[in-house]
C-alpha cells in the first residue's frame, strides 16, 4: 500500500492520530454546535462555517473513546468528502508531518473490532506512534435509530 | 481584450439576451397578431442587430436580420398580417442569428452556413402578401414542415380591401391608419436604458464567501461584546449585526431568479414540436415569479424540456383523433410552478391520451423489467412509474424530437442529481401530470422560529395555518385522549398533537398543568398541531439540504443558518405527522418490555414492500434495511439448527418469514411453509434488527415506495405490527422483532 506521506497530526486522548493532508481543508477552532436529535450519537451536530453548513462527528464517540471533559472544548479538522464538507471533533491540533515508508506498519490485528475498522496503519516515529485514520470510513456514518454506543 | 473584442462581447451578451425575449414575442404574435407593442419591439431587436452586425462587418448576420426587419417593418405599418407561415420564417431567422453568433462566440468568425435561404424565404413572404411581385420558385424555398396554412379572420370592424392582381386565396387586412412604410422604418423608439447590469457568477460566488466570513467576525464581535458596557460600543455592534445580516439576505437573493427564465423558453418549444407533429397545443404558464437558484434553474432545464418534448408528442393526440373523441382540436399543456414545504414544485400537465396502464405492463413484461407475478400485485400507480425504469419504452413509433421515451429514466436521474424526484399521474383518454419536486438550496423561505429542548426549529410558514395558546387550565382540561393519541378540539373540529420533544426524543421540560402552544400545520391536505415549549418570531431563512449521514431522519427538511449566524433544523411537517401516526400505530410494546427495545418503530415513511415466500404482502421501514441480495441456494448453509449464509466476511443469519409467521400462530398454521421455491435463487432482505444483523428470506422483492400511512388497522395475526393500505393494496407490517424471538433456540421450526 502506498500511503500518502504528508499527515495532518491531532491528538485524542492522549494518542496521535494522522489524516492525510490532503484531504484536510482547514482546522477551526471551537464552533457553536446545534444538535440533531435522532441523528448517529457519534454525529454532535451542525455548524456554520461561514455560510456552509458543516456536519460535525465527534472522533472521540467514532473511535469508541472516553468522553471529553465537559469544560474542554474540541477543534474542527475540516474535511472534504463527496457529501459536502465534514468537520471532525479532536481534543488537540499538532503539526503537518512528513514520515517515510519505513516507519510505517499495518495495524496488528488486536486492533479489529473496537476501533480497528478506521485505522489505516500505524508510524513508528521517535518520540511517539502515529496512528492514521481512513478519512472515508470515519464520515462514512449511516442513521440507524436503534444503534446503541 | 481590445476594445473591439469588449464591444462584441457586450453585443453578444445582449443579443442573446433580446433572442430568448424574441422566441416568446413571436410566439405571442402568433395568438394575438395585431399587439402593436410586441410587433415594435421585435422590430426593434432586429433593427438593432442589424445596426451592430453592419458596424462590426458581420456580412451574413446583417443579411437575415436586415430581411427580418424589412418584413417586421410593412407589419408594423399594417400593410399584412402576422400569420403561422410568417413565424415560422421569423422563428428561422432567430435560430440563424443564434447559430452565427454561436460561430462568432466559439471561432470569432460566422462560420460557413449559408443563410440566403432564409433571408429569401422572409423577403418573398413580405412581397407574395403585398401582391408586388410573383411568388418566387418553390425550388428556391428551404423546404418546410408540412403546414396547415390558415388565413387570419379580420376583425369585423376592419374593411377589406383586394389589391388589384389578388390570388383567390390570399386575403388580408388594412390597418385603419396605414402609415408609410418609408416613414415608419425612420421611427424608432431609443432603447431605454436597463435598470438591470450583468454580474458574473463566480463574482457573487465569491462575494457569498466573504459574506460568510463577514457574518463569522460579526459573530466573533457580538461574543465579545457581551462582556462590554460600553453603550457607545454596543450600539455599533448592534448596527454592525443588522448591516451584516441584511448584507448576507442581498447577496443570496442576487443568485436567486424566478423559474420564468426556464419556463418562458417552452411555448417556442411546443410550437415548433406542434407543426412539425402535426398538432394543436395551446401552452399555459404559473407561477413564472417562483424563485429558484440560478444552478437549479440550469439544472432543470434538460428534465423539463425532455417532459413538455414527451407531452407534445406522445402525450397530446392529433386534431381529428381528438375531434373523435369528443374533445377540442386544440389540446393544452400547463406548466405550473410554486413552492411547497421547502421546494419547488413544478408540475406539467396535459388533456391528451394519458398512459394506458396495461400498456405499461405488457411493455415491461416483454422487456423483462418485472415478473409477471409482480407485475399482477402492482398497482396502477406502480405501473405507471415504470416509465422511469432504465430499458422502458412506451412509444409506439420513433420520432425525431423525443425519441422512444428512453429519455424518462434519465428525466428522473437528473433531477434525482440534484436532490429533486418525480413522479407521475394519469388517466387514459383525460390527460397525465407530471410533478418534479426541486429542492431550495440557497431559496429563501418565511418561516416561523420555535423553540423545544433548548434548540430553535423553523417550520416553512406554507404549512402554517394557524398558532394557539392554550392556558394552563385549558392545557389540562383541553387535551383529551383517542385511543391513545391526544387531540384537542379546534372549533368543533378534533386536531391530533403532536408533542414536538416526544418526537424528537428530547430531554422533556413540560411540566403537567404548564401551558401549551399549539402550531397548527397542515401536512398532506390534513391538519395536526405541533406542541412546542416557546413560539419566537419569524425569519426568512435559506434552506440547505441535510447530508446523506442524516438519511432516514424525515423529521427534518433541512437545516439553515439563522440571523445570528447559528445553524438550526428546519422541521419537515410532513415527516413529523408520520413519525407520530406511525408510532401510535405500533403494537411492538404490547410484546413485553424485552421485545420493545428491540423493536424498532418505522421512523421513516419510505418502505420496502415484499412477498414471503408463502404468499401475501408485507412491508418493513426501509431505514432498516442495510441491502437487498440474492444468494444461490447451494450457498446457504446450517449452523446448529440455524440456516446462514455467509455474507461479507460474516455469517449472516438467516430467517424464513413466512416460516417465522407460521412458529407465531396460534393455534398452529397447518399449512406452514409454502411451497418449495422453484427458483435457484432466494431473496433476501439484509435487515439490521436492533443490535444484529438478520437475513430475511422472502419469496420476492416488490418495490420501494413512500407512503404517508393514512389508512390502518389494527393487525389481525401475531408477527404483525399493523395493516394499512400502501398505494392502494392491503399491506402487512411485519414484526421483525417478534419472529426473531419466535425462532430462537429451542423453539427454532426448520425450514427445509
Not at chain 1, 472544548?73 to 515508508?101: C, F, K, M
Not at chain 1, 511517539?128 to 442513521?143: G, K, S, W
Not at chain 2, 454592525?240 to 419556463?263: A, D, F, Y
Not at chain 2, 446448529?640 to 398454521?669: N, T
Request: net charge negative; glycine share 8%.
Amino acid at each position: 500500500m502506498s500511503l500518502p506521506q504528508q499527515f495532518c497530526t491531532f491528538y485524542l486522548a492522549g494518542q496521535c492520530y494522522g489524516l492525510d493532508v490532503l484531504r484536510v481543508q482547514e482546522v477551526v477552532r471551537s464552533q457553536p454546535l446545534t444538535s440533531v436529535p435522532l441523528a448517529h450519537p457519534a454525529v454532535r451536530g451542525l455548524i456554520n462555517l461561514r455560510g456552509q453548513i458543516v456536519t460535525a462527528i465527534d472522533l472521540r464517540r467514532r473511535l469508541h473513546l472516553p468522553e471529553l471533559a465537559e469544560i474542554s472544548e474540541p477543534l474542527n479538522i475540516v474535511l472534504q468528502t463527496d457529501d459536502g464538507a465534514v468537520s471532525l471533533l479532536v481534543d488537540d491540533i499538532g503539526d503537518v508531518l512528513e514520515v517515510s515508508q519505513e516507519q510505517f506498519e499495518l495495524p496488528p490485528e488486536t486492533l479489529q473490532g473496537a476501533a480497528g475498522e478506521f485505522i489505516q496503519g500505524v508510524y513508528k516515529l521517535s518520540d511517539r506512534l502515529l496512528v492514521i485514520l481512513d478519512p472515508e470510513r470515519i464520515v462514512a456514518i449511516t442513521n440507524q435509530p436503534a444503534t446503541k454506543t | 481584450m481590445s476594445p473591439d473584442d469588449e464591444i462584441l462581447r457586450e453585443f453578444l451578451l445582449e443579443t442573446h439576451e433580446n433572442l430568448a425575449l424574441l422566441d416568446s414575442d413571436l410566439v405571442k404574435l402568433e395568438i394575438n397578431p395585431a399587439e402593436k407593442s410586441t410587433l415594435a419591439q421585435v422590430f426593434r431587436t432586429f433593427h438593432s442587430v442589424k445596426g451592430t452586425a453592419g458596424f462590426m462587418g458581420l456580412v451574413k448576420l446583417q443579411e437575415v436580420s436586415h430581411a427580418a426587419e424589412n418584413l417586421l417593418s410593412k407589419l408594423r405599418a399594417g400593410e399584412i398580417t402576422f400569420n403561422p407561415p410568417i413565424a415560422t420564417a421569423l422563428l428561422r431567422v432567430v435560430d440563424a442569428i443564434r447559430e452565427i453568433l454561436s460561430n462568432i462566440e466559439s471561432t470569432g468568425v460566422e462560420g460557413s452556413g449559408d443563410y440566403t435561404g432564409v433571408a429569401a424565404e422572409v423577403d418573398r413572404l413580405r412581397q407574395q402578401n403585398v401582391g408586388e411581385s410573383k411568388p418566387l420558385p418553390a425550388t428556391s424555398a428551404i423546404p418546410a414542415p408540412t403546414l396547415e396554412t390558415r388565413i387570419e379572420l379580420p376583425p369585423p370592424a376592419s374593411t377589406l380591401e383586394i389589391s388589384e392582381s389578388p390570388s383567390a386565396e390570399l386575403e388580408f387586412t388594412f390597418a385603419d391608419t396605414p402609415v408609410p412604410s418609408g416613414e415608419s422604418a425612420e421611427k424608432v423608439t431609443s432603447h431605454v436604458a436597463d435598470a438591470a447590469i450583468r454580474v458574473d457568477v463566480g463574482l457573487l460566488d465569491k462575494l457569498m464567501t466573504l459574506v460568510g466570513e463577514l457574518v463569522l467576525a460579526r459573530n466573533q464581535i457580538l461574543q465579545h461584546s457581551q462582556s462590554h458596557e460600553d453603550s457607545g460600543f454596543l450600539g455599533a455592534v448592534q448596527q454592525l449585526n443588522l448591516l451584516t445580516t441584511e448584507l448576507q439576505t442581498s447577496v443570496m437573493k442576487t443568485r436567486m431568479q424566478p423559474i420564468g427564465n426556464v419556463l418562458s423558453k417552452f411555448p417556442r418549444i411546443v410550437r415548433d414540436l406542434s407543426v412539425a407533429c402535426g398538432k394543436q397545443v395551446r401552452v399555459e404558464i404559473d407561477g413564472q415569479e417562483t424563485e429558484l437558484d440560478k444552478t437549479l434553474i440550469e439544472a432543470i432545464r434538460d428534465p423539463l424540456t425532455h417532459l413538455i418534448r414527451n407531452a407534445v408528442d406522445h402525450g397530446i393526440e392529433p386534431p381529428a383523433v381528438r375531434k373523435s373523441h369528443g374533445k377540442p382540436e386544440e389540446g393544452w399543456l400547463k406548466l405550473v410552478a410554486f413552492h411547497e414545504g421547502g421546494k419547488v414544485i413544478v408540475e406539467i400537465s396535459d388533456d391528451g391520451g394519458g398512459i394506458d396502464e396495461t400498456k405499461v405492463r405488457d411493455k415491461a413484461l416483454k422487456a423483462n423489467l418485472i415478473t409477471a407475478e409482480v407485475a399482477d400485485r402492482m398497482s396502477r400507480q406502480d405501473l405507471l412509474r415504470l416509465i422511469f425504469v432504465p430499458g422502458f419504452s412506451t412509444a409506439d413509433r420513433v420520432t425525431q424530437f423525443s425519441g422512444r421515451g428512453v429519455g424518462m429514466d434519465v428525466v428522473r436521474t437528473n433531477l434525482e442529481r440534484i436532490g429533486g424526484t418525480v413522479d407521475i399521474e394519469s388517466t387514459p383518454g383525460q390527460g397525465t401530470t407530471i410533478r418534479t419536486k426541486i429542492p431550495l438550496t440557497l431559496a429563501i423561505i418565511p418561516a416561523l422560529i420555535v423553540a423545544s429542548g433548548g434548540e430553535r426549529y423553523a417550520i416553512p410558514q406554507v404549512n402554517l395555518l394557524e398558532l394557539v395558546w392554550l392556558d394552563a387550565e385549558h392545557a389540562q382540561h383541553g387535551i383529551e385522549r383517542l385511543h391513545g393519541v391526544p387531540v384537542y378540539r379546534l372549533r368543533g373540529k378534533l386536531l391530533p398533537l403532536v408533542f414536538l420533544d416526544e418526537q424528537l426524543q428530547l430531554a422533556t421540560l413540560r411540566k403537567e398543568g404548564d401551558e401549551l402552544n399549539i402550531v397548527v400545520l397542515q401536512a398532506d391536505e390534513r391538519p395536526f398541531g405541533l406542541v412546542v415549549e416557546a413560539i419566537r418570531d419569524t425569519e426568512e431563512i435559506v434552506v440547505k439540504p441535510l447530508q446523506k449521514l442524516f438519511k432516514g431522519i424525515s423529521a427534518f427538511a433541512g437545516a439553515a443558518i439563522m440571523g445570528d449566524g447559528r445553524v438550526a433544523l428546519v422541521l419537515d411537517p410532513v415527516g413529523l405527522a408520520q413519525r407520530a401516526s406511525v408510532i401510535s400505530g405500533a403494537r411492538g410494546r404490547a410484546l413485553g418490555e424485552e421485545t420493545a427495545e428491540i423493536t424498532t418503530p418505522i421512523e421513516s415513511h419510505a418502505l420496502l414492500l415484499f412477498a414471503p415466500t408463502a404468499g401475501g404482502r408485507m412491508a418493513v421501514p426501509l431505514a432498516d434495511v442495510a441491502r437487498l441480495e440474492e444468494f444461490s441456494r447451494s450457498r446457504l448453509e446450517s449452523l446448529g439448527e440455524r440456516l446462514v449464509v455467509q455474507y461479507r466476511g460474516e455469517i449472516l443469519p438467516l430467517l424464513d418469514v413466512s416460516a417465522g409467521l407460521a412458529a407465531l400462530a396460534v393455534p398452529p398454521s397447518p399449512c406452514g411453509p409454502g411451497p418449495a421455491a422453484l427458483s435457484d435463487l432466494v431473496s433476501v432482505v439484509v435487515y439490521d434488527a436492533g443490535a444484529e444483523r438478520i437475513g430475511l428470506i422472502v419469496g420476492a422483492i416488490l418495490d420501494i415506495v413512500n407512503d404517508p400511512l393514512a389508512i390502518r388497522a389494527l393487525a389481525n395475526r401475531e408477527g404483525v405490527l399493523f395493516t394499512a393500505v400502501v398505494h392502494d393494496q392491503v399491506t402487512e407490517f411485519l414484526d421483525v422483532a417478534a419472529l426473531i424471538e419466535a425462532t430462537k433456540p429451542p423453539h427454532l421450526h426448520s425450514v427445509k
